[in-house]
């Protein structure tokens, strides 16, 4: 059974940066695709980032295109999400989630088949 693992989040202030990583001991991450989910509270869960670990495509929610970047590798099994620039917005729990293959869309969290338990990420001052 893959199991994924968060790490990473934390407290930061307005406009500063964080890194999260989305691991899978001992499991092979290869022709997955990864992506990061967030909810705030009283918000919906919405789709931020994904990476198809096999070619490194990537897709980003607007909200956070020019500011996240998702970059996976393949030799720690481990995703990471780089957020800059980040705004009270942002504020919410971050999860993984993985599929393989990735063969509908990116942004909708009933196409994973497996979870992390989340990270808490705050943005505030």
């Known amino acids: 059974q893959l199991q994924l693992v968060e790490s990473g989040g934390g407290v930061v202030q307005p406009g500063g940066s964080l890194r999260l990583s989305c691991s899978a001991p001992?499991?092979?991450?290869?022709?997955?695709?990864i992506a990061w989910f967030r909810q705030a509270p009283g918000k919906e869960r919405e789709a931020v980032a994904c990476?198809?670990?096999?070619?490194?495509?990537?897709y980003y929610e607007d909200s956070v295109k020019g500011r996240f970047t998702i970059t996976n590798d393949n030799a720690k099994n481990t995703v990471y999400l780089e957020m800059n620039k980040l705004k009270p917005d942002d504020t919410a729990v971050y999860s993984c989630?993985?599929?393989?293959?990735?063969?509908?869309?990116?942004?909708?969290?009933?196409?994973?088949?497996?979870w992390g338990q989340g990270t808490q990420v705050t943005v505030s001052s």
């Open positions: 990476i198809k670990t096999n070619d490194g495509t990537s």
């Open positions: 001992g499991w092979n991450l290869y022709m997955y695709a």
């Open positions: 989630a993985a599929v393989y293959p990735l063969d509908r869309s990116w942004s909708s969290a009933s196409n994973y088949d497996y």
